[in-house]
């Protein structure tokens, strides 16, 4: 010790007043304190060559009073008067108390003359000054100091012993078992501290006397029996002796600091070696979901009914609301835990994470942006896919209800275009079959049409990829083919019948006009109830309507349907009137068509019963179409609502990410209300969803109501869900490099007002030249000339590794802490490991298992290479290089 710095005790008075009434009240504690005070000063007096004897007449001169001052000061203090008078008594006194007042200390009522004179009392007093000045003042753990040190230093030593509770410098000491806990604690090679026994402190107590004064050269100071008669052992005495145990073990305590400060470095690597794994493992895993979910979004391949189509969309909303969106919190997370790690590494001095080759924060970006793509295109596919598959659906039904229809009128056509009947037949028979193969021809021409839609339909249903196009196309190529052989037969039966005709001359006009008339309008209600029943497939209300209106206009024309009906009834009726006026018998029917009467009315009233069916069914497709229009309207509104909001609010999150309102405490809280009050909002996106999911079962596949898609809203909804957590994030490391780094509220409002004054953009960023400005206004000479721009270029190197040419406001504070506070470096680590390896270039795992707890210390013996240099022993390990990996290249 130098003997430097202040001292700081309590009022000299009160130290005197309380040294008279330890006198008065137990006077054998001046027999201790004598047998103490003797020892402590011999202990330093005997290097210089002496000692003293009796310590109120052995210091009345001075001379060894000065004496002692030198030696444990290091410091020469005026030349001694030689003198036997009694003034160079005094005078000599005199410079050893003006020495003593020179270090800080205040004497009250302590005189030369006291002291020349031999008062016991007060010379007493003043040793115990000089012990407390320069053996207790110093001494310091975890920020206490003096008496409070020495003590809390006891019991941290102490601690793990049986039978020992140091709480006081008086009775704790009583029974021997502190003094002996703390030689064992740092020789445990002089003590079996497990054969003591509090029940003997005799023996307790000069068993630790002993070992002290033999091999810690630390002179017996008190008698053992003193100590145990007494009922409260005197403290200053008790303090004077542990005092030298303190100093005797000071290397000891210089090892616990160095030991401390590698517990917290390595607390701090192993810490942010945790939480790379952590980062690791949960960007693997999130990874692996994409890649596992991308292939299933990319399969293209189509159903071949509408209900397994509905299924696929079915399943992708279950994706959507139950597998996708703890997905979507887990990137969110692993943004910000990478973000938090990469603030807690520059915050201890270590080198940024760096990710293993494919987990970057980009890479997984850049895979979720893959899987969006895929999602957007497979949502958009499965529609497309369910819209062709209702147009097929549709046409296969209407591909079926025509050929029917067809069929059924071919059946019993060729068996009838191939009999011989006109060869024995009558002229007037003839002249009938060739009629009725007139009205035949005219009824074929009438039915080329449908065979064209039927054709027509069966190449739609090709084009659109029918599951069923084989059958389709047999049915039509047979309806093709049978076709053909009707026109060939037709043709046939014609030049037959003319070449009969020109022998034949009778005909029955009216018969004959019946035949024709009755064709056309027979095909007319045919026609009509096809139309009446065909299938129909509308998606808005103007269609629906435009299909009510075309009923409506058919209605109009059944007045006069219905004329031309009774007039062709009027020429059966005729025929009948004639025949039965001229007694003529007819055989059987109408020889020129097949249409009877009967079979007229029969179908005018199947039209008649048809369109009311067509009333119903159009009117039920009405309110489904209203219906529709009013989930699209319903939709809307709310889309309608959410949209702005949700733009509103990203743009309230921007304004509040550069505004100063308040401690960053202040700003988290705010923040997080403000992050509450958006996800209250959850039940207003849920709402849409379940009003989008009623829109997609009704097969709805557009809303002009509104420019909002649902995949618009899904994906501002989670960006907004993102940004907010980001920006509560960044205020968290803001704190959290504030405290690390001891910034103050009032610089980082500094920091972060020149900041925003010089991001105009509002970006969050500045470019080069605004960071320049913003230095400059911080006090930095980086003005354009040489010295200014290798300084900047300095600073910029650190603030943008990566030579992006912006500088975020994170990159900023982490400069400005950096500048302004101290870390720890592999310098000072190295320093602490020398402490504890006894000044050797190495250590051993037994000295690590010693000085350091058990898991940090297996964590050191773990990762340590051996040690190679000259000086090498068995087992050694090479702290120094440990140390500076610890602030180089992360193992992951």
């Known amino acids: 010790w130098n003997g430097v710095g202040p001292a700081v005790y309590m009022d000299p008075r009160e130290q005197e007043n309380d040294w008279d009434r330890d006198l008065l009240l137990d006077p054998a504690w001046e027999k201790q304190q004598r047998k103490t005070f003797t020892a402590w000063c011999n202990s330093h007096l005997r290097k210089a060559g002496t000692q003293i004897e009796n310590i109120e007449e052995d210091f009345r001169d001075g001379l060894k009073l000065m004496l002692l001052l030198e030696v444990i000061s290091g410091e020469r203090l005026p030349k001694p008067e030689r003198g036997k008078m009694r003034v160079h008594k005094i005078n000599n006194v005199n410079k050893a108390l003006d020495y003593i007042a020179s270090k800080g200390v205040k004497l009250v009522s302590i005189g030369a003359e006291e002291i020349v004179d031999g008062n016991a009392k007060m010379t007493l007093g003043m040793i115990w000054t000089i012990i407390l000045r320069f053996a207790i003042q110093d001494i310091s753990v975890e920020e206490t100091s003096a008496k409070e040190g020495l003590l809390l230093w006891c019991q941290r030593k102490t601690a793990p012993y049986k039978n020992v509770n140091v709480q006081n410098f008086h009775i704790s ?59 409260r052992p005197d403290e200053k005495a008790i303090m004077t002796y542990v005092s030298s145990f303190y100093h005797a ?8 600091t160095a030991a401390n400060r590698i517990c917290k470095v390595l607390a701090v690597n192993q810490e942010n070696e945790h939480l790379m794994e952590d980062y690791e493992k949960l960007a693997s895993d999130l990874l692996e979901w994409i890649r596992r979910t991308i292939p299933w979004l990319e399969n293209r391949a189509p159903e071949k009914t509408m209900a397994e189509m509905q299924q696929k969309l079915e399943d992708f909303r279950g994706y959507r609301r139950v597998h996708k969106p703890p997905k979507v919190q887990e990137k969110c997370q692993l943004e910000i ?12 001095n270590r080198p940024a994470f760096m990710p293993s080759e494919g987990r970057m924060v980009s890479d997984i970006n850049g895979s979720w942006h893959n899987l969006e793509g895929a999602e957007k295109g497979y949502e958009e596919w499965m529609l497309n896919e369910i819209r062709r598959l209702e147009r097929l659906d549709h046409l296969a039904e209407k591909f079926r209800q025509k050929a029917t229809i067809h069929e059924s009128w071919t059946d019993g056509k060729e068996a009838m275009l191939t009999q011989k009947d006109y060869e024995t037949a009558s002229l007037s028979e003839v002249k009938a079959l060739l009629r009725k193969h007139e009205a035949f021809e005219s009824d074929l021409a009438a039915h080329q049409d449908r065979v064209e839609q039927i054709a027509a339909i069966a190449q739609e ?15 039509c190529q047979k309806i093709c083919e049978q076709w053909d052989a009707l026109g060939s037969l037709t043709q046939s039966r014609r030049e037959s019948l003319e070449r009969t005709e020109k022998q034949l001359e009778s005909i029955d006009e009216l018969y004959l006009e019946y035949a024709k008339r009755a064709a056309p309008f027979n095909n007319w209600m045919e026609g009509a109830m096809e139309d009446l029943q065909d299938m129909f497939i509308v998606h808005n209300i103007e269609e629906i309507q435009g299909l009510i209106t075309a009923h409506e206009q058919f209605k109009s024309t059944l007045p006069e349907a219905n004329k031309e009906r009774e007039a062709i ?30 079979s007229i009315d029969d179908k005018w009233h199947k039209v008649e019963q048809l369109v009311p069916q067509r009333d119903r069914a159009l009117q039920e497709e009405l309110a489904k179409q209203q219906s529709n229009d009013h989930l699209r309207r319903k939709f809307a509104t709310q889309a309608n609502i959410v949209g702005p909001w949700i733009q509103t609010k990203m743009e309230e999150i921007g304004r509040i990410s550069i505004e100063m309102n308040g401690t960053l405490e202040d700003q988290l809280v705010n923040l997080r209300e403000y992050e509450q009050s958006i996800i209250e909002y959850k039940p207003n996106i849920d709402q849409l969803e379940g ?11 557009d809303n002009k109501y509104t420019a909002y898609t649902m995949e618009h809203l899904r994906v501002g909804w989670e960006q907004l869900l993102t940004t907010i957590a980001r920006t509560i994030n960044e205020i968290e490391n803001q704190i959290l490099t504030r405290d690390a780094k001891g910034i103050s509220q009032e610089q980082l409002h500094e920091y972060r007002t020149s900041f925003n004054h010089f991001d105009k953009d509002h970006s969050g960023a500045l470019m080069a030249e605004e960071f320049k400005a913003c230095l400059i206004s911080l006090g930095y000479d980086v003005e354009n000339n040489k010295a200014g721009d290798a300084e900047f270029a300095r600073i910029m190197g650190i603030v943008d590794p990566n030579n992006s040419g912006a500088v975020t406001f994170q990159a900023f504070i982490d400069f400005m802490s950096r500048e302004t506070t101290d870390t720890d470096t592999a310098d000072q680590v190295i320093a602490s490991f020398k402490i504890l390896a006894a000044d050797k270039n190495f250590i051993t795992a037994e000295e690590l298992r010693r000085e350091l707890p058990p898991d940090q210390a297996e964590y050191c013996i773990a990762r340590m290479a051996p040690y190679s240099g000259p000086d090498a022993k068995p087992g050694a390990l090479d702290y120094m290089s440990f140390s500076t990996a610890l602030y180089g290249e992360s193992d992951l």
């Open 569 to 598: 009834q009027a020429i059966q009726a005729e025929v009948q009137k004639i025949a039965q006026y001229n007694g003529i018998k007819l055989s059987g029917g109408n020889p020129y068509t097949t249409i009877t009467p009967k």
């Open 249 to 256: 073990f000071s290397g000891a305590q210089k090892a616990e």
């Open 337 to 348: 835990n990478f973000n938090t790690l990469q603030t807690k590494l520059r915050l201890s």
């Open 691 to 701: 009003d989008h999911q009623l829109i997609q079962e009704a097969l709805i596949f």
């Open 461 to 475: 249903l090709n084009e659109l990829d029918y599951y069923d196009s084989p059958s389709v196309n047999a049915r």
């Open 173 to 231: 000491w009583k029974d021997g078992l502190a003094f002996n806990a703390l030689i064992h604690r740092h020789r445990p090679e002089l003590i079996d501290y497990d054969k003591l026994r509090k029940d003997d402190p005799l023996t307790n107590l000069n068993n630790a006397f002993e070992v002290a004064e033999k091999y810690l050269d630390i002179p017996k100071m008190m008698d053992a029996e003193d100590i145990v008669n007494t009922a």
